[in-house]
């Protein structure tokens, strides 16, 4: 039994890891531009078919690819929230977020378009799990955890040790009196923007790394990357860490309790839970 | 200012309205086509399509029918009952059609049947859950595929013959999960093939690790994995990881010939599909063949090419294009004595020579029950060696 645990919540710690760099980019958007942008569903896509591009077409290796992914998810970010979400903006909260839904749908549309439906899987050999006592993990876990966990470290050091960090943190704590200090808060927001969606995208490619990938990729985990978001603290970073992580783990415990096909009820369970109760989220809304 | 007089107004409409009789004779005649063309479903949507555009197109080339055209309405149900459930208000309530074909997916179907039996509207398709057939649709559904017991019942039948002694069922949460198990191990226990377990998912995660893992602490020979393609995918390289080496059953929409150039090798070695055959000797199977230029159409292809050709001899045996009508006429086709026809534009020439007829398609006798059930069909299982299917047997 013991066993069982604890293998479930390394499966939990692999799943969470990966819903990490997504959910801090919907953290980090909401944390400067004020509003939850459901589109990191369609860029987590982008990103997906960025990096299958490059592994599969082109023969990179992972890493290059997932720096791919990363670089054109971002550029799709920037290029869809000046055209599409930036003007709605100064219309209020729920036409922003309404927007980003509606973009979210054209966006996924787009990459159906140009790619169709069919499941594509990355130029990867596939390798059987390797055991130590009792526990199993895949290399490619291991291999989406590092990659996982080298995005985030990077960005905490962007962020507390770099000017136009030390600048983000600012705009997201208080914009008017970082526009006091000369801080272009628009600028910011653009920069925010670029690096969250290219986190999305990173994110979108680990979660194909493991499986496929099709249009609806980053879709069927905006629920959990949304969950992880809102249990950490809606506009934390590192909320939004422990948030992944306590959803991922959550959801592979709760097989000890629920039948399998109600694991999609943890997301929801977790953020009713975090509503009711603790509405500012795990590690509260403080930006980094 | 224009004034508008009662008379005036009067002698406009009737103006109009005598040469509406004129135009509706030439206006194409509309059917409502309701396939998944996007999601899980999407390898078969397109090309039911495809097959049903043929015949219309050979029966439009043929004269039409009652002397109208005929034109395929097309929505996308996505493989989500709710994409379905507002694509099917559309078909009905703005193009009103009498008949919705081809929807895919159980719950899809589940979701949509009502909307037509409210609406007297007539539904065929493809699912393959018991419970469709069940609910109380007053006449207006068919199905050509064979119903979950039939599939069931077969699918062991061969799991026996084959000699595997502990089976596994892994099933992804759908309206078919449960009365598969059910009939799976109905079959299976008498012949003293042991169920070791079942297990349900859920459909949109990205592992299943943990699933994997309950399944193989049983030690099963055999696992039965009831789910679609992209939930199949992810189980069978998780099993891949997880070690597991023995058997791997599934249907043929779950590991399709594109899974099959995606997926690695080693990933898919072993794993044997079954699907309903078409009835390859039949001269409507020719037909379809011809008119689709392929060589072997597949099951899903052959249905329907049946379903297009049953409505439109329903409509002209009717005289009549409404849903209602198709309900109570359908059975003169399919269940007659009278003269056998494998396609309908011969069909439609017989019919309007005054001949009865019997339509006996490419997906088998098109003969159904009281409830829209087909009464029987064969099953063909494939095997995948080396990235390939390879042919077993038809049984």
Redesign the interface.
């Known amino acids: 039994m013991l066993i069982d645990i604890a293998q479930l919540v390394l499966n939990g710690v692999m799943a969470g890891a990966i819903l990490t760099t997504p959910a801090i980019g919907l953290t980090a958007i909401y944390a400067v531009l004020r509003f939850p942008n459901f589109s990191v569903a369609s860029h987590a896509t982008i990103g997906a078919f960025a990096g299958y591009c490059a592994n599969v077409w082109l023969g990179w290796p992972l890493v290059p690819s997932s720096v791919v992914a990363f670089l054109v998810a971002g550029l799709a970010g920037s290029l869809s929230d000046t055209v599409v979400l930036r003007p709605l903006r100064p219309s209020g909260l729920i036409t922003a977020t309404i927007a980003s839904v509606a973009l979210t749908i054209a966006l996924e549309n787009m990459v159906r378009l140009g790619f169709g439906n069919s499941l594509r899987d990355y130029d990867l050999p596939i390798m059987r799990d390797w055991r130590f006592g009792g526990l199993r993990v895949g290399p490619q876990q291991l291999e989406d955890l590092a990659i996982s966990v080298v995005a985030v470290g990077t960005l905490f050091a962007f962020l507390a040790f770099t000017r136009l960090g030390k600048a983000m943190r600012a705009v997201a704590d208080n914009p008017t009196l970082a526009s006091i200090k000369g801080i272009d808060a628009d600028r910011i927001g653009q920069i925010v923007n670029f690096i969250a969606m290219g986190l999305a995208g990173l994110g979108g490619m680990l979660l194909g790394l493991d499986t496929s990938i099709d249009p609806l990729t980053g879709f069927r985990a905006i629920l959990a990357i949304f969950a992880a978001a809102v249990v950490g603290g809606l506009g934390s970073i590192p909320g939004a860490v422990v948030g992944a992580l306590t959803v991922g783990v959550a959801e592979e415990l709760s097989q000890l309790v629920l039948p399998s096909d109600y694991r999609t009820v943890v997301g929801f369970v977790a953020i009713l839970l975090v509503l009711s109760f603790r509405p500012r989220g795990i590690l509260g809304a403080r930006a980094y | 200012m224009i004034r508008i007089t009662r008379r005036g107004l009067l002698q406009t409409s009737a103006a109009l309205a005598l040469p509406a009789v004129g135009r509706a004779q030439g206006a194409p005649m509309q059917l409502g086509v309701l396939t998944p063309?996007?999601?899980a479903g999407?390898?078969d949507g397109p090309r039911m399509l495809k097959a049903m555009q043929a015949v219309a197109n050979e029966i439009n080339a043929a004269g039409g029918l009652l002397g109208r055209k005929i034109e395929l309405v097309v929505e996308d149900d996505e493989t989500n009952p709710e994409a379905a459930v507002r694509a099917a208000h559309k078909l009905i309530d703005v193009d009103k059609v009498p008949v919705i074909m081809g929807t895919w997916a159980s719950a899809v179907t589940t979701a949509v049947a009502p909307v037509c039996w409210e609406s007297k509207t007539f539904l065929t398709t493809v699912s393959g859950a018991d419970s469709i057939t069940h609910l109380p649709h007053q006449g207006y559904l068919i199905r050509t595929q064979p119903n979950n017991e039939l599939q069931a019942t077969k699918h062991a039948d061969f799991i026996i013959r084959h000699g595997a002694k502990r089976v596994f069922i892994l099933a992804i949460?759908a309206p078919f999960a449960e009365p598969t198990r059910k009939y799976l191990t109905a079959t299976l226990t008498p012949k003293g093939v042991e169920v070791a377990g079942s297990?349900?998912?859920?459909k949109?995660?990205?592992?299943y690790?943990?699933?994997v893992?309950?399944a193989l602490k049983t030690k099963p020979d055999m696992l039965y994995l009831n789910g679609y393609?992209?939930d199949v995918?992810?189980v069978l390289?998780d099993l891949?990881?997880?070690?597991y080496d023995g058997g791997k059953f599934t249907q043929s929409y779950a590991l399709t010939e594109?899974?099959l150039g995606?997926?690695?090798k080693?990933?898919t070695q072993g794993v044997i599909t079954a699907q309903p055959s078409a009835d390859l000797n039949s001269p409507a199977y020719a037909a379809a063949a011809k008119r689709l230029g392929i060589a072997t159409p597949d099951s899903y292809e052959a249905q329907a090419t049946d379903w297009i050709s049953i409505v439109a001899l329903t409509i002209a045996k009717a005289d009549e294009a409404t849903g209602t009508a198709i309900r109570y006429t359908v059975r003169k086709i399919t269940n007659s004595a009278a003269m056998v026809v494998y396609t309908a534009v011969d069909g439609l020439a017989a019919l309007k020579s005054g001949k009865d007829i019997k339509y006996s398609g490419a997906s088998g006798p098109c003969t159904f029950t009281d409830i829209g059930d087909i009464l029987d069909c064969k099953f063909r299982f494939n095997g995948v060696d080396n990235g390939a299917f390879k042919f077993i047997e038809i049984a």
Request: charged content about 30%; aromatic content about 8%.
């Open positions: 063309l996007t999601g999407s390898f949460q297990l349900v998912y859920d949109d995660k990205t592992s690790r943990s699933e893992d309950q393609a992209p995918a992810v390289r891949y990881r997880a070690g594109k899974s995606e997926l690695p080693e990933v």
